[in-house]
């Protein structure tokens, strides 16, 4: 059976996409073409990601190969899709998580408390930006963009004193060594569907759905639906500062913990649940409604008007 995957052309986009081919052949017999597309977000690498169009950025193209019949699926870091849902795809499966965590990477193996006063930290995500300012008011926040190699070279060459990438991403690249400290959840919590990778499948192809269901990981994919269920609730897509994850606790139950915070990291909000895995979407809804209640709408809405 041929089976043609679209992805974006970065060498992380590629290992993911080659890493579903891995699994898939180990369930069936395949035969793996990657179709490689490029999208407006790897277009545009000089202005912020804030100041472009945020849904979609990394997904659109991606998905409109599937769409148009050049591929069969696509495969995206799951935390660049849109919780807005495309009628004519549907998310096929959620393969088995990778860490979640964000890390500092410093030139000088300083950790996040050891930085001295006023370092220049890069990062492109509001995210990561209000939590350490919340932590670290101090620190100069500079736009970060690029691929994780030109993230890392930026670096290397002098343009920060640290930088704040993912794990997974560093993981799959064999660039792990490159970490100085792990950013634990307590302080840094991830961007939603962080560590995952989302496969989307037209709706009418049942043949290639029922395929990718043999590569779905009911655990993360509980864990993701009520982390995007939260966000798709607080409306506040891919820029805002928000910051959430979903894990299993000893009973196998699914706990969710969730942040919403002002861009300038000085409000922080906070709201936990716990469910069952079957319950991930109202789990999700539930932590929303109580973040909402605590004034979570106002702070998104604020960071929407910043440019």
């Known amino acids: 059976m041929k089976v043609r995957i679209a992805t974006r052309g970065s060498r992380l986009a590629i290992w993911q996409a080659e890493h579903v081919a891995k699994l898939l052949s180990q369930v069936a017999a395949v035969d793996i073409e990657l179709v490689r597309v490029t999208s407006s977000g790897d277009r545009d690498q000089t202005r912020p ?3 472009l169009e945020s849904q979609g950025l990394f997904t659109k193209e991606i998905q409109q190969a599937v769409l148009d019949g050049r591929a069969d699926f696509a495969v995206h870091s799951l ?8 009628p004519e795809l549907i998310l096929a499966a959620v393969p088995e998580r990778e860490s979640v965590n964000d890390v500092l990477i410093s030139r000088d193996g300083m950790g996040l408390s050891q930085l001295p006063r006023g ?12 939590q350490l300012l919340h932590v670290r008011p101090d620190l100069e926040l500079l736009d970060l963009r690029g691929n994780v190699e030109t993230r890392l070279q930026k670096l290397h060459d002098g343009q920060f004193e640290a930088i704040v990438l993912a794990s997974a991403g560093l993981k799959r690249l064999g660039l792990a060594s490159e970490v100085t400290e792990e950013l634990m959840p307590e302080a840094m919590l991830p961007a939603v569907g962080q560590g995952a990778l989302g496969i989307e499948a037209r709706t009418d192809d049942l043949g290639t759905q029922e395929l990718l269901a043999r590569i779905d990981h009911a655990p993360s994919r509980a864990a993701v639906t009520a982390e995007r269920t939260l966000l798709a609730e607080l409306c506040g897509g891919c820029l805002a500062p928000v910051g959430a994850w979903a894990q299993l606790d000893d009973s196998r139950r699914l706990v969710l913990d969730a942040v919403v915070l002002s861009l300038d990291g000085r409000q922080r909000l906070h709201a936990t649940g716990t469910d069952s895995l079957e319950q991930a979407d109202a789990l999700g809804r539930r932590v929303a409604a109580d973040l909402l209640s605590q004034g979570a709408a106002e702070l998104i809405a604020a960071s929407r008007d910043a440019k």
Request: hydrophobic residues 30%.
């Open 79 to 86: 935390k660049d899709l849109p919780t807005e849902a495309t």
């Open 49 to 51: 990601v804030a100041q």
């Open 119 to 130: 370092a220049r930290v890069g990062t492109g995500s509001r995210r990561r930006r209000a």
